[in-house]
């Protein structure tokens, strides 16, 4: 993790706090025609959404189960995040994606 990024969260925008704020390095480098999201919903995506679609497909890695085996069947796998941080994105940078 970094501890500065102007182009996430600028230095003093809300707090001191974010200051001390960790940030993802290489955060460019999230496959999005893997987990089928489309390139504007990728560049405007929160890090944890990234982060929890790429640890549950280690998750099902780790199971001994390869991804590409479930691809196209009845299979559900469920997981949960809290996206606040979207929102307050979606206020300050006025992106509309949805």
């Given at each position: 993790?970094?501890?500065?990024?102007?182009?996430?969260?600028?230095?003093?925008?809300?707090?001191?706090?974010?200051?001390?704020?960790?940030?993802?390095?290489?955060?460019?480098?999230?496959?999005?025609?893997?987990?089928?999201?489309?390139?504007?919903?990728?560049?405007?995506?929160?890090?944890?959404?990234?982060i929890?679609?790429?640890?549950?497909?280690?998750?099902i890695?780790?199971?001994?189960?390869?991804?590409?085996?479930i691809?196209?069947t009845?299979?559900?796998?469920?997981?949960?995040?809290?996206?606040v941080?979207?929102?307050?994105?979606?206020?300050?940078?006025?992106?509309?994606?949805?």
């Amino acid at each position: 993790m970094v501890t500065r990024d102007e182009r996430r969260w600028p230095i003093g925008l809300y707090n001191d706090e974010t200051s001390r704020s960790g940030k993802i390095k290489n955060l460019e480098h999230f496959d999005n025609s893997y987990f089928c999201t489309i390139p504007i919903l990728a560049d405007t995506m929160e890090p944890g959404s990234r982060i929890i679609l790429e640890t549950t497909y280690e998750a099902i890695a780790d199971a001994g189960i390869p991804p590409q085996s479930i691809r196209g069947t009845k299979t559900g796998v469920y997981v949960g995040i809290n996206t606040v941080g979207m929102f307050w994105m979606n206020e300050f940078f006025s992106y509309q994606i949805f």
